[in-house]
């Protein structure tokens, strides 16, 4: 078979064979098979991101179920903390529990048992991203109103044992006034959340810092992070540290006695301003100095 073609710009007409046909046809057919192949290749991949995209779904609600389930198990030990200290401030013989009572809050959580969790049961409705983060949020509050609770309990047991006439309970500055308080907060020079194991004193320079129990000067230099530093060992365990100061009145070794000065104020160290920070610690581990303080 043969197809003419005659161009209107020639007055000689073109002849094109059958051979030249089955390869314009071969190309015609190449082409579809391309572009045919590109398709399905995107239509693949397209299935594959949908795929694993909802995998990822899938994977991310099955974190937030694991989550939700953890948290719910920190509910249950909360509880199970809340019946023992009980017990154990009624064993002890204090009145912490009245004394704090319309202070703190120390109700169950509530927010998991709304959303069934905790429970044998698996919840039917998954848990969103803000409903953890809610209830994250209310799990930390309550575990700050239980730590404040058993710091009470703590400073209770401690002025009525036998290390009560050790304890250091007067006020280290001649200042009521303090800048911030013991527990978390934002810190001051970073910005993030940071846990605040002392009290800070806002005081002028050069103020006169006083020891806040008898005791024997461990330490008395400068430091990174306090800056001029005395410690006072008052003995089973129990220390007092004065941070940030100008000046330092006394060295390691020395017997210092309550009221005594021991350094000035200032704002060495890791500090904004002046201020003392002041610390009591048993056994290495913080204590709240709010709940030793006489005046």
């Known amino acids: 078979m043969n197809i003419i073609l005659v161009p209107n710009n020639l007055a000689k007409p073109r002849t094109l064979s059958s051979f030249h046909v089955r390869v314009i046809l071969v190309g015609f057919v190449v082409l579809a098979c391309l572009v045919t192949a590109v398709l399905l290749s995107e239509k693949n991949n397209i299935k594959r991101q949908a795929a694993q995209l909802e995998k990822s779904i899938n994977l991310s609600q099955m974190n937030l179920d694991a989550y939700a389930k953890q948290i719910g198990g920190l509910q249950a030990r909360i509880m ?22 319309k202070n703190i809050d120390l109700k169950p959580v509530e927010t998991l048992s709304a959303l069934g969790i905790g429970g044998p049961l698996v919840n039917t409705a998954p848990m969103t991203e803000p409903d953890l ?22 400073a209770d047991v401690l002025q009525s044992s036998v290390l009560k006439e050790m304890l250091p309970n007067i006020t280290p ?26 009290l800070d004193f806002s005081a002028v320079r050069g103020a006169s810092i006083y020891a806040a129990g008898d005791g024997i000067v461990t330490t008395a230099g400068r430091t990174h992070n306090y800056g001029k530093l005395v410690k006072v060992n008052h003995g089973s365990g129990l220390e007092t540290r004065y941070a940030h100061a100008s000046k330092l009145l006394v060295k390691i070794g020395e017997r210092v006695v309550k009221g005594q000065v021991i350094a000035l104020v200032g704002s060495s160290g890791r500090s904004t301003g002046p201020h003392l920070h002041y610390e009591i610690r048993l056994n290495g581990r913080s204590l709240d100095p709010r709940k030793y303080l006489r005046n």
């Open 80 to 101: 199970r903390l809340d019946a023992q200290n009980k017990r154990l401030v009624k064993l002890a013989g204090i009145e912490t529990e009245k004394k704090v009572a």
């Open 133 to 154: 983060q809610a209830a994250i949020a209310e799990l930390a509050i309550a575990v700050g109103h239980r730590d404040e609770y058993m710091n009470f309990v703590e």
């Open 173 to 198: 500055v001649s200042s009521a006034y303090r800048s911030s308080g013991y527990g978390w907060r934002i810190d001051p020079i970073r910005g993030g959340k940071a846990f605040h194991e002392g």
